[in-house]
């Protein structure tokens, strides 16, 4: 390697923020990564540094209960000065400003959000101030600095969204790019409102910007409070399987590293501007997915008959406002990209269950105090077999 240098700045500000600064010649792209310790920015992190080795990154996260800095810690010594963790928020607009003078990001990879429906429904306060407002000081941030360095061609502003900006389809019918926005739950409106300050950022400013909306995602790292996760350790403990209303819900799972790539065909190859969809073309009903669940674990723990799992299956109390289906048009990111995801449904999700049954010293980790007052929060009150889903049209 040829000639390098350290810079480095620790700001102690409600704890210790440390990075430094390392430039060589095999270092090309600076990307900052907001977001980059929960479960999609961790998987992308590391799958990002593996395929793109000009690649550093800047993980800039709040650590709030769903970033885990310990995601990293087996790949410390290997990645060295490739990448770098900030502790901080995305509405700290003196540390962002700080960070965006000292490095020049070539792309910022925007990940950071409060994700959880549930808990955007019990407590929606949260999900304005980080998806709304954090976007937005996001947004002023990459503008001033991509301005200050005289609006430098190739920068981008990728803002990672949700399907569920479009609300909910019927039985026929798939979101499209052009598909109106129609968020149903405060989760997906603090999302379509921070997807439309993206657009309007690149309209008003030029500020040249993606905004990639994705279907559900599955793999390592997911916190276990979203479906997939929640059921398989809740089976291995024994513990009822609650599905809410009757269960038909349909989502479109995409393996979490399909994603990743799609992120970086996107932020490499996308016209600014632009909407990419990305789903995983694996429609799913909740319980067939829960059914899944209980038999592949059955396989694994020898259990079967009486003692079989699908016997905690307990229909519970369904979530207010809950989308009857969501399925994801990806024509656009296939024509335009040539991305479409190159893991089955069947695979990755044996994958998915044997890395949570190998990784159970960081499923412990992360059942702390707070993730049991969690769990105890939003269980207790459902009260068994009450649906209250609701129908909504086909689009
Ligand atoms: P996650 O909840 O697992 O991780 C979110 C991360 O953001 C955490 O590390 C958290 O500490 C960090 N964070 C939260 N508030 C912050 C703040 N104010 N400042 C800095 N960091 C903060 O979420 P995820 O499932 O990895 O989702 C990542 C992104 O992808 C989100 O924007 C989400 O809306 C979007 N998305 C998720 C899915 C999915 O299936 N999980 C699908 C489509 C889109
Ligand atoms: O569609 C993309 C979205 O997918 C992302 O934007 C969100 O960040 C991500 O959390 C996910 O949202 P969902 O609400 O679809 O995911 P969740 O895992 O919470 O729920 C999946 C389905 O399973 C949903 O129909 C509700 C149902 N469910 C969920 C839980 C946690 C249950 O039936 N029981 C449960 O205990």
């Given amino acids: 390697m040829a000639s390098v240098f350290f810079s480095g700045l620790s700001v102690n500000n409600e704890g210790i923020r440390d990075y430094w600064i390392f430039m060589g010649e095999n270092i090309k792209k600076r990307i900052l990564v907001t977001g980059g310790s929960g479960f999609i920015g961790t998987n992308f992190i590391r799958h990002a540094l593996t395929v793109r080795p000009d690649w550093h990154i800047v993980n800039l996260d709040a650590l709030t209960y769903a970033g885990n800095p310990a995601n990293f810690d087996a790949l410390k010594s290997e990645l060295g000065e490739r990448l770098h963790f900030v502790h901080g928020d995305i509405r700290d607009t003196i540390l962002l400003e700080q960070l965006f003078s000292k490095e020049n990001f070539e792309y910022v990879i925007h990940f950071a959000a409060e994700s959880h429906v549930d808990r955007s429904i019990l407590g929606p306060k949260a999900f304005v101030d980080t998806n709304v407002q954090g976007t937005f000081c996001l947004l002023e941030v990459s503008l001033k600095s991509w301005e200050d360095r005289g609006r430098p061609e190739g920068f981008c502003f990728l803002h990672v969204s949700t399907d569920e900006v479009y609300g909910s389809l019927g039985p026929q019918g798939h979101f499209k790019e052009e598909t109106p926005y129609d968020p149903s739950s405060p989760y997906s409106a603090s999302k379509a409102s921070s997807d439309h300050f993206v657009k309007a950022y690149f309209h008003t400013y030029n500020l040249p910007t993606i905004i990639t909306n994705c279907s559900n995602n599955y793999g390592p ?28 819900n349909v989502r479109d799972w995409l393996y979490v590293v399909d994603h990743c790539e799609a992120i970086i065909k996107a932020v490499e190859g996308g016209k600014p501007g632009e909407t990419y969809n990305i789903g995983g073309n694996a429609e799913r009903q909740n319980i067939e997915i829960v059914n899944l669940l209980c038999d592949l674990m059955d396989n694994r723990l020898s259990r079967s008959g009486n003692g079989s799992s699908r016997k905690l299956i307990q229909y519970v109390a369904d ?25 089955c449904f069947e695979d990755a999700f044996e994958i998915t269950i044997d890395w949570y049954l190998k990784n159970m010293d960081w499923v412990k980790s992360i059942q702390s105090g707070d993730y049991r007052k969690w769990i105890e929060k939003n269980y207790q009150d459902r009260k068994l077999g009450t649906s209250t889903d609701r129908f909504v049209g086909e689009k």
């Fill in 221 to 248: 790292y997911q916190f276990p409070e979203k479906l997939i996760p929640l059921m398989i350790l809740n089976i291995l403990d024994g513990k009822p399987l609650p599905v809410y209303g009757d269960g038909k």
């Fill in 319 to 343: 979530r207010p406002g809950h989308d009857r289906r969501y399925a994801i048009d990806m024509t656009k990111i296939k024509m335009e990209l040539g991305w479409s995801p190159k893991h």
